[in-house]
């Protein structure tokens, strides 16, 4: 079985690199097979040059947006899963392994992960995670699911449910699609995990995308189709 690890970056010369060691160590005697794609955008510092020197595929997507990039990383994934994560060690790369077995034994599709649930020191500001909150519940409340992290971005699910799967949005917000979709079309999970301090520069604008988000939500309510 093989799994497409997808990385998006815009100048992440600080943690792409030690992202992609992560990755590599996890995979080590796991039995599974594994590519890393990184998507990136623009990248104006060394990104593009460390991971090609880690053995990464680059993909270069001049289009700005998070979510066009995973859709970019999407359609030129090979892997039977698909494991996502941003490029700021933000995430815990070693569980991507134990992730996929996890979707494998219980069947299950789709698993998003829920970095409230081990949140370490300074790894979310409190005006960020009060945001978080807001727009959780109003995707919960609107789409009737039950998440508790509507904004992580680590994902492990099976590349045949794509086709299900109706995104639309090409920024940020495309994170809590993707859930909405899986959730309510496929078999979707959620799992703890720790979520830690960034390393680099942050890169959405937490007022603009959150307020984006809100619109969103709303938006894609009256168009939803189950
Ligand atoms: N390719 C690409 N990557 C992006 C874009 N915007 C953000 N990213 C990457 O997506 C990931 C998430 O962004 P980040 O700033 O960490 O947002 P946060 O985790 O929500 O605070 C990081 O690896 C960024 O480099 C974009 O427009 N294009
Ligand atoms: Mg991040």
Redesign the pocket.
């Known amino acids: 079985m093989k799994v497409s690890v997808i990385?998006?970056?815009?100048?992440?010369e600080a943690?792409?690199g030690l992202v992609i060691d992560d990755v590599r160590k996890a995979f080590l005697g796991s039995g599974l097979e594994h590519e890393v794609l990184i998507?990136?955008?623009?990248?104006k510092d060394r990104?593009k040059d460390i991971a090609r020197e880690k053995g990464a595929i680059v993909i270069e997507?001049p289009?700005?947006?998070?979510g066009?990039?995973y859709k970019?990383g999407f359609e030129r994934a090979t892997g039977d899963v698909i494991a996502t994560?941003?490029?700021?060690c933000?995430y815990p790369a070693e569980e991507i392994p134990v992730l996929t077995k996890q979707l494998y034994d219980n069947n299950w599709d789709f698993i998003t992960t829920n970095r409230f649930a081990k949140l370490e020191k300074g790894a979310m500001s409190l005006e960020?995670s009060i945001g978080n909150k807001a727009l959780t519940f109003t995707c919960n409340f609107l789409f009737h699911i039950w998440i508790r992290d509507s904004?992580s971005?680590m994902w492990v699910f099976r590349r045949d449910i794509l086709p299900k799967l109706d995104i639309t949005d090409d920024?940020?917000a495309m994170?809590e699609e993707i859930k909405i979709e899986a959730f309510k079309k496929t078999r979707g999970k959620e799992l703890p995990i720790v979520y830690r301090q960034?390393v680099?520069?942050?890169?959405?604008s937490?007022w603009k995308?959150g307020l984006r988000n809100i619109r969103f939500l709303f938006g894609k309510r009256t168009t939803f189709k189950p």
Request: without cysteine; hydrophobic residues 25%.
């Open positions: 990385i998006p970056t815009m100048n992440e943690g792409v998507v990136d955008t623009n990248s990104t997507e289009r700005r947006g998070y066009r990039a970019t994560l941003d490029a700021d933000t960020h904004q971005g920024g940020m994170s960034r680099g520069e942050v890169k959405l937490s995308d």
